[in-house]
């Protein structure tokens, strides 16, 4: 059996590091709460995010966090990639002569562009954080699926999750069933369709529908 090389040496070689996916992390997976304060482009960037993480098994609830800063650099980003759009990386920049003042002018580098750069830095560490760069998403993990609630004792989910126990309530159920017939006036046949919810009308005997 030959010997485990580590991740940066299987990236130089071409070859994937796929351990990491082997196991399913024991955190369940789950969607975090959306903050009501975003910005549009936040919005937008988190429905994303939370979309592809989600389908891909890796996001949980406690994401949420590390997802809104991710959110709201990226919007700042945004803002920055669109002055640079709109006045060019390179800008005219007044300059007044504190003793005669003259102004005189001078083009330079967009300030813009400078802060664009240096978020662009910290969004691709958060990405890699996210498992969501081309180098980092072959050691995502996938985490546990989330457990199912169980229904409340006497609710129609709970009844249609122990379809065995609908029997032995039959009696109380056609009881009450018929206490609200006469109290509304409702057919047999209507609280046969409220049954049908509960237990199955085909084991019921018509006789037990008393007028």
């Not at 010997?3 to 399913?24: H, L, S, Y």
């Not at 996938?142 to 457990?147: D, H, Q």
């Amino acid at each position: 059996m030959s010997a485990r090389i580590d991740d940066d040496t299987q990236f130089v070689r071409g070859t994937r590091p796929t351990r990491a996916a082997e196991k399913i992390s024991d955190f369940q997976a789950g969607r975090p709460k959306r903050p009501r304060y975003l910005n549009p482009v936040a919005v937008e960037k988190w429905n994303e995010m939370v979309r592809l993480l989600s389908k891909r098994g890796t996001l949980t609830k406690m994401d949420g966090s590390a997802l809104e800063i991710f959110c709201e650099t990226y919007a700042r980003w945004r803002v920055c990639v669109d002055d640079v759009i709109e006045r060019g990386p390179v800008v005219e920049d007044e300059i007044v002569n504190q003793k005669t003042g003259a102004v005189t002018t001078r083009r330079v580098e967009n300030p813009s562009a400078k802060l664009a750069i240096r978020m662009e830095s910290n969004l691709r560490q958060m990405l890699s954080s996210f498992a969501a760069t081309p180098v980092s998403r072959e050691t995502a993990r996938r985490v546990a699926p989330p457990k199912s609630k169980e229904p409340e004792p006497g609710t129609v989910g709970w009844y249609e999750k122990h379809p065995e126990l609908c029997t032995d309530m039959l009696p109380d159920t056609l009881e009450v069933t018929q206490h609200e017939s006469a109290t509304e006036g409702n057919s047999p046949a209507v609280d046969a369709e409220i049954c049908d919810g509960i237990v199955d009308v085909g084991d019921i005997d018509a006789n037990d529908f008393t007028a």
